[in-house]
Every structure is written in structure tokens, then in C-alpha cells.
Nanobody, 124 residues
Framework: QVQLVESGGGSVQAGGSLRLSCVVS????????VAWFRQAPGQRREGVSQ????????WYRDPVKGRFTTSQDVAKTTVYLQMNQLRPEDTAMYYC?????????????????WGQGTQVTVSQ
């Protein structure tokens, strides 16, 4: 059974940093793509980053480019989201999700497996 478990959320002041982790129990396919999404209260969920597990290639949405970095550990069991220069508008529940291939961007129906989320709160 494929399970994704996020951790690392918390409260931080603007300008601070957090690192989120997503532990993936197993990859159902070798061409796996792990993405981070976020959903702020009253807002639609939006994609943040994608990581192609095979070679570590990564993509980012414009609001987080230059501030957030996604990576994986050597064993390829955990995907990280390093968030620097955090802003109040980054406040949201953050989710990791898994699909095959990173084509198609952050179209949610393509993602077959989701974690439960971890809350990030950034204060002024």
C-alpha cells in the first residue's frame, strides 16, 4: 500500500525557514513524480513544486521560485521541501502527492496518492 506522510510544519515569523518532509512508503512505478501542494483557508489548493524521483529534476510555481527547494534523500524514500524567506502568504496546509511522470503539471486528478498534510503558519 502506498502511503505518504508529511511532517515538519509549524509556526514561524516572516523571513524564517522550515523544512517539510514527505516519507513515501513505496513507489508503485519507477517514473515517480512527487509534488507539493498547499491550500490556504478559503482558497483553492495550488501546486508548489514537483520532483522527478528518477533524476531529481525539479520545477516550481512562480510564487515560490528562488525561495523554496525540493529534494530527496539518497535512499529516495523521503522528499523534502526547504522553504526559506517565508511570507505570511505562504501560510497554508501543505500536502505531498504522487503520480507517474511529472508531465501535466499540477493537475490534481493526475495525482493518485496524497498525504494528510502539515500546517505551516507564517506571522508578521
Amino acid at each position: 500500500q502506498v502511503q505518504l506522510v508529511e511532517s515538519g510544519g509549524g509556526s514561524v515569523q516572516a523571513g524564517g525557514s522550515l523544512r517539510l518532509s514527505c516519507v513515501v512508503s513505496k513507489y508503485p512505478y519507477s517514473e515517480a513524480c512527487v509534488a507539493w501542494f498547499r491550500q490556504a483557508p478559503g482558497q483553492r489548493r495550488e501546486g508548489v513544486s514537483q520532483l522527478y524521483v528518477g533524476d531529481g529534476d525539479a520545477w516550481y510555481r512562480d510564487p515560490v521560485k528562488g525561495r523554496f527547494t525540493t529534494s530527496q534523500d539518497v535512499a529516495k524514500t523521503t522528499v523534502y521541501l526547504q522553504m526559506n524567506q517565508l511570507r505570511p502568504e505562504d501560510t497554508a496546509m501543505y500536502y505531498c502527492a504522487l503520480k507517474q511522470w511529472c508531465t501535466g503539471g499540477w493537475h490534481e486528478p493526475f495525482y493518485e496518492h496524497w498525504g494528510q498534510g502539515t500546517q505551516v503558519t507564517v506571522s508578521q
